[in-house]
């Protein structure tokens, strides 16, 4: 606790003493989820302090403070309290170099994500070096792997990775994104290692959208077999609303590696990518202004990997629990308002596994946010 109270002392006073710039930032962030399954522990907090120094155009300092806790939880020693911090130091124009912790997402998040959804996000231990042109965007870094931050997921067992992450840029509405990325992660023991190679393209065909990203990854390059396919297309319609279909589709023995996962299988964040999950996905969002949407979302699961969140019941062959042995239907709705000042509420809720009538999985969600 005296290393925290001296750190925080250290980030108030060091500005003054430099008479550098700086602002700093944050947010609030309330969840109450009401489930069938547990009703213990539903309402949860996340607080996140943030902030920038700038002693000078060369050189710029963040660092993220964050906790989370429940309400009407006791035991102060639960609530995990995790500090981020990095460092930029601009040697050109075009030219920076990153060091320390800090989260890091790839395109659209479907291959290297930040997970902001979850308790903490994801983020990596090491160097970023970037090299931004109106027309070219490319990044390379070396890092570590916290665990703490990875949840149960397999990616756990990798200790360090290197990447290189390519974006062109300048391109018509036609091909908004264009990205192009290489990871070697390391574990471990020397049997331990994980080659991946990610593309991802979208853009806007006079109101038409689509996104489609793609990856391929084993253990070396003689054995990279295993791949997952994401793809959706969207529509948005003169009054305001936007359609759109898509769908994932995954080897058996698919590694997610760090995505972005509540974003990628449903507004119930009940299903994961990884061991085979394929899956449609069908949806409205009606959005009347720039502060209110309103939307439906279906989902048919064809088929759910081992990496669930949550069991069913249903356990694979290999033992590891499933989210279903059968196909499973996921319905959604969802209403999201922001307001003057920086406030939001989400409220979301649903079914997932309609198909089984003695008892199908839901949930409803309220979700508020205050960013300052």
């Known amino acids: 606790m ?45 607080f996140k302090f943030s902030g920038a120094f700038r002693p000078n155009e060369m050189f710029e300092s963040h ?5 989370n806790y429940n309400w009407g939880d006791t035991n102060y020693s639960d609530n995990d309290v995790r500090f981020y911090g990095y460092g930029d130091w601009k040697v050109s124009d075009e030219f920076t170099i990153r060091l320390g912790r800090a989260p890091y997402q790839i395109a659209d998040g479907s291959s290297v994500g930040m997970n902001d959804y979850e308790h903490f996000p994801y983020v990596f231990d090491g160097a ?23 949840v149960s997921n397999e990616v756990a067992t990798y200790e360090g990775a290197v990447g290189v992450s390519l974006d062109v840029r300048s391109l018509p509405e036609e091909f908004k994104m264009a990205n192009l990325h290489g990871v070697y992660a390391m574990g471990p023991g020397e049997d331990q290692q994980h080659i991946r190679l990610g593309l991802g393209i979208g853009g806007d065909i006079s109101g038409l959208d689509y996104k489609l990203t793609g990856a391929l990854h084993g253990d070396d390059f003689d054995s990279m077999t295993e791949y997952a396919v994401d793809a959706q297309v969207g529509y948005t319609l003169d ?3 936007r359609i759109y279909v898509g769908g994932h589709y995954e080897s058996e023995a698919y590694n997610p590696f760090y995505y972005d996962r509540h974003s990628r299988a449903g507004t119930l964040d009940v299903a994961q990518w990884g061991n085979g999950t394929a899956y449609g ?36 062959p290999d033992g590891n629990a499933a989210l279903s042995d059968e196909e499973v239907i996921e319905a ?16 979301q809720g649903g079914f997932f596994d309609i198909t089984n009538e003695d008892a199908p999985y839901w949930q409803l969600q309220l979700n508020t946010t205050f960013d300052f």
């Not at 660092?63 to 906790?67: E, R, Y």
């Not at 308002?337 to 509420?345: E, P, Q, V």
Request: net charge negative; aromatic share 20%.
């Open 332 to 347: 959604d709705l969802y209403v999201k308002k922001s307001y003057a000042g920086g406030f939001a509420i989400n409220i």
């Open 128 to 150: 970023f070096i970037s090299y931004n042109t109106e027309s070219l965007a490319v990044d390379a870094w070396a890092a570590y792997l916290p665990k703490a931050w990875v």
């Open 281 to 316: 996905e069908a949806g409205i969002a009606y959005m009347p202004s720039e502060d209110f949407e309103i939307g439906v979302v279906g989902l048919y699961f064809d088929k759910v990997g081992a990496w669930g969140q949550w069991s069913n019941g249903g356990v694979n």
């Open 2 to 46: 005296k290393k925290f109270i001296c750190s925080l002392a250290l980030i108030f006073t060091t500005p003054f003493a430099f008479a550098m710039d700086m602002e700093f930032g944050g947010q609030h962030r309330a969840r109450g989820v009401y489930y069938q399954q547990d009703m213990e522990n539903i309402f949860i907090q996340r």
């Open 63 to 67: 660092f993220w403070l964050m906790t």
């Open 239 to 241: 009054f305001d609303a």
